[in-house]
């Protein structure tokens, strides 16, 4: 019965150490797959954020087909000046197209009407500084406007400001 019980003894010590060492593989192989893991999904948060920092970095202006709205110094037209600005840097490229009116505002052709119509009133003819466009545009209120895209030219405010300031006309 001695040799039984030693036998008994060194197979359990053996099953011992072989499930010891498979535990430690298991253990192993565990972090390994878990280390892993953790490289996979930092690599893909990486490259999400690289990718909606490209996509949302968009410059309007950049644009090759697109070119800078000059205004005169006087007599500016909506349909000429106004309107083709709108198009360009807030609605077609920007937040307030048809599909994704912000703030309720439309500017998608014609935007005439919308602008002028929209409340909380926008636009206060003869009254550039008094009107909410021109402060959002110049940064008096916040947000300031064009929020995502770099900020319109002082001569473009001072073009919407003139044309205010003119009569606000549908020209």
Request: charged share 20%; with cysteine.
């Amino acid at each position: 019965m001695r040799i039984k019980y030693t036998q008994r003894a060194w197979q359990s010590q053996r099953q011992i150490l072989a499930a010891r060492d498979s535990f430690r593989y298991i253990l192993l192989k565990r972090t390994i797959t878990i280390r892993r893991m953790k490289r996979k999904v930092v690599c893909s948060i990486l490259l999400l954020a690289a990718g909606l920092a490209s996509w949302s970095c968009k410059d309007q202006i950049a644009e090759p087909n697109q070119s800078p709205i000059v205004f005169p110094a006087s007599n500016i037209s909506y349909s000429k000046y106004i309107d083709p600005l709108f198009q360009q840097r807030c609605a077609v490229g920007g937040c307030h197209s048809s599909t994704t009116a912000a703030g309720d505002l439309d500017l998608t052709m014609p935007s005439y009407s919308s602008l002028m119509n929209h409340q909380p009133r926008l636009v206060v003819s003869g009254a550039s500084n008094n009107s909410l466009l021109v402060q959002r545009l110049d940064g008096r209120i916040q947000p300031v406007m064009p929020p995502l895209q770099s900020p319109l030219s002082s001569n473009q405010i001072n073009g919407i400001k003139k044309w205010i300031d003119e009569g606000a006309l549908d020209n």
